[in-house]
């Protein structure tokens, strides 16, 4: 019964720290923007306030007598209950007076700080407690650890399908505060049911008692997954949304992987084990995919569209289940072999998850903070690879022979030296230094370290990079003209048959004519023949003075005439720079067109009311989609700064999501018109298909777009609730 409530404890604690990150998640983006810039800097924050939590009972478990630590704990754990209740609505309200991440920090710490240091000290301790018990589970405490990332898994899981969409963030956050007084409560509980051996001195050890070739390993395997599940979020927040049900996947496969390890009877099949470096490679391929302008997802939903066009989800999952299946095994690898490689003695217990949780610090805080600055490729998923194969050869008996070593790098050196030179060729020159590093890396470092199994496959493992350029051999045609990273993701333009074309990551964001006849002409989803085109050509509603959401390549600059006044709203300066120096949409045209750097809704609060015609969001196409520009609030900010007549439009072409009904189910909450208009027409890059939205207050412009643009109005087939600040689901508008 005892051990039940312990387990019930580590549960709920767990569940509430995940929770609460979620919630919090959600809450932030209406200030700060949606790029997934703001959702890694709050992980990496709950990360170092977990390694707080983990070093200060590692220390007080190392210092006092754990009958003077189980008081102060004690006392501690109780008047936490004074930081409650919670105050969400400031993370909505920044000030815009710091730096983005130190105004992120400064709010969570108000806001959550006291409580998740609370949180995030329980599940180590409680372990701590249990060892020092006379119960008959103190042989292994460590399945209390298993528990806790049972309940971070749980919180997860139950948010985009049960929270989410039926709770709003201020109901979520009272049903939070309420769990958190009970944990409270069964901790105090705890402390009197469960009492503790007597003890003459502490019972903690101290790191340096600890060998460092141990210390290196816990290190490396605790900060390989972290780095790679935060390398999938990033790959798949990109190129979808950043909404908590993306958010989720990828922490609870790392999750799920703690769980198996971590159980009473761990699990991780041999083969994993044994045939790690196939997994490994095959990461190694969707990176070179990546890095030369090929997107998985892109291709598996191609592959699988054309063999069965009646199940387009099943085409879309193919590139995220990849992603995240490979994310199971790697993880699952690496956290099996920590399990194996804890102190048997539970007086090592607190300095071995002071570092395990070091190591997640790390591991993101490489993958969101230093990787953004430091690199133009995204080179989180072999910097994982390179820790992981590390940490997971260190102690293998056959990685400490001599021959073996040498045999290895002889095999890893012949496969560099064959295909080098092809892969060389078919990148710009500015990139081939990070491949010439890269490929050394990772065949002989990661290839080469992880065991005797490998030797037979090394060269198939090297010709399968190679197979990789093979494939792409057309990319040889294309010219990198330009490619920078960010914390907004990664930027390059370059050009193709005649035309240059602009990507945020692998997603088309505008492309231009190099021929001076035709350069003028917007191309892609803005083509004079489009649903934007056509309106900004022929003016039957004033177009004089637009607010444009989205830069991109500034395609849409090109219909400006003389005496208009528009300006761009970006929330990324690189988009600025590219869109200025690289094409000429912004300069080639008679009107005046300006750029207002910073977040939409943020920027467009600045400005006075009823300033423009029209308002025009081009910013989810399919990029990370910023839900808090969707919302009823956000549509009665726009409202203001409207002039009489004035219509907001919404461009919702999107390869995963169905948004029309969010816009349909919002312009009833607000009593607006709604309609909307398709262009099935594509031939890229001259032509893309598109899909718009639009919303008034005027009748009279509603029946303009009717009349004299043929736009469709009328009811939605998909019901859903309307998206506010406090609810939003992507659930339901999942395309099928």
Request: proline share 5%; hydrophobic share 50%.
């Amino acid at each position: 019964m005892r051990v039940l409530l312990l387990q019930t404890l580590v549960f709920l604690s767990s569940f509430l720290i995940f929770q609460i990150e979620l919630i919090l998640g959600k809450s932030i983006l209406p200030g700060f923007g949606g790029g997934y810039m703001v959702w890694g800097i709050t992980l990496v924050f709950y990360q170092a306030l977990l390694f707080i939590g983990y070093g200060y009972v590692h220390l007080m478990n190392g210092r006092l007598l754990f009958t003077r630590f189980r008081m102060v704990h004690t006392y501690l754990v109780a008047l936490s209950l004074l930081l409650l209740p919670i105050n969400v609505d400031r993370m909505a309200e920044p000030t815009y007076q710091w730096p983005i991440v130190g105004e992120i920090v400064f709010l969570l710490t108000l806001t959550i700080g006291g409580l998740f240091f609370v949180l995030s000290t329980l599940s180590v301790y409680l372990q701590v407690h249990l060892s020092d018990s006379h119960l008959e589970a103190r042989k292994n405490p460590y399945v209390l650890f298993a528990g806790s990332n049972l309940g971070a898994f749980a919180a997860l899981l139950s948010y985009p399908f049960f929270w989410e969409p039926y709770f709003d963030l201020s109901e979520q956050t009272r049903i939070w505060e309420f769990v958190y007084a009970l944990v409270v409560v069964l901790f105090i509980a705890i402390q009197l049911l469960v009492p503790i051996k007597k003890q003459d001195k502490p019972t903690g050890i101290s790191l340096p008692s600890v060998p460092s070739s141990q210390l290196l390993k816990w290190l490396l395997l605790s900060a390989a997954p972290s780095a790679f599940f935060l390398a999938v979020t990033n790959e798949l927040t990109l190129n979808i949304a950043p909404v908590p049900l993306l958010w989720i996947l990828p922490l609870a496969v790392y999750l799920l992987t703690l769980v198996l390890s971590f159980k009473k009877n761990p699990f991780c099949p041999k083969w994993f084990l044994d045939y790690i470096q196939w997994f490994i490679a095959l990461g190694v391929i969707l990176f070179f995919f990546n890095m030369m302008g090929q997107s998985l997802m892109e291709l598996g939903h191609n592959t699988i569209a054309n063999w069965f066009p009646d199940h387009q989800m099943l085409a879309r999952s193919v590139g995220p289940v990849l992603m995240l299946s490979l994310c199971f095994v790697f993880c699952l690898a690496c956290h099996f072999r920590l399990n194996q490689a804890k102190p048997e003695d539970p007086s090592g217990l607190t300095a071995y998850y002071m570092v395990l949780s070091a190591g997640g610090f790390v591991g993101g805080f490489v993958v969101n903070w230093v990787a953004p600055w430091v690199f133009n490729l995204t080179l989180e998923t072999l910097i994982s690879f390179a820790l992981g194969a590390w940490g997971l050869a260190l102690g293998q008996k056959e990685w400490q022979g001599k021959k073996s070593i040498f045999v290895f790098q002889f095999l890893a050196i012949l496969g560099v030296t064959l295909m080098w030179p092809v892969l060389r060729k078919s990148i710009a020159p500015e990139g081939r230094f990070l491949v010439d590093l890269g490929a050394a890396m990772v065949l002989l470092i990661l290839f080469g370290s992880l065991g005797t199994r490998l030797k037979q496959h090394a060269v198939v493992l090297a010709g399968l990079v190679l197979w990789v350029v093979i494939l792409d051999a057309n990319f040889v045609q294309k010219q990198l003209v330009f490619k920078t990273r960010n914390h907004y993701g990664v930027h390059t333009v370059h050009e193709f048959n005649g035309f240059r074309m602009m990507k945020h990551g692998t997603t088309m964001h505008g492309a231009q004519i190099l021929d001076p006849r035709g350069k003028k002409i917007p191309l892609t989803y803005f083509h004079p023949g489009s649903p934007m085109g056509l309106l900004l050509t022929q003016r039957q509603l004033p177009m004089q003075r637009v607010a444009l959401m989205g830069l991109g390549a500034g395609s849409l600059a090109g219909y400006a005439k003389a005496g208009d006044e528009w300006e761009y709203f970006e929330i990324d300066p690189m988009v600025g720079h590219i869109a200025q120096n690289y094409f000429t949409f912004l300069k080639d045209n008679p009107g005046k067109v300006d750029i207002v750097y910073g977040d939409a809704r943020v920027t467009m609060r600045k400005q006075p009311d009823q300033t423009y015609d029209a308002i025009i969001i081009d910013v989810f196409n399919s990029d990370a989609i910023p839900v808090h520009l969707l919302t009823v609030e956000a549509m009665k900010e726009y409202d203001r700064a409207l002039k009489k007549g004035g219509v907001i439009f919404f461009h919702v072409s999107n390869r995963f999501m169905n948004l029309l009904p969010v816009i349909y189910s919002n312009a009833e909450a607000l009593g607006w018109h709604f309609s909307f208009k398709l262009n099935p027409e594509a031939k890229p890059p001259l032509k893309a298909a598109t899909i718009w939205g639009a919303l008034t207050k005027y009748p009279e412009s509603h029946e303009i777009l009717k009349k004299e643009q043929k736009w469709l109005s009328g009811r939605i087939k998909q019901k859903i609730r309307p998206w506010t600040d406090q609810y939003s689901s992507i659930w339901p508008v999942l395309n099928q």
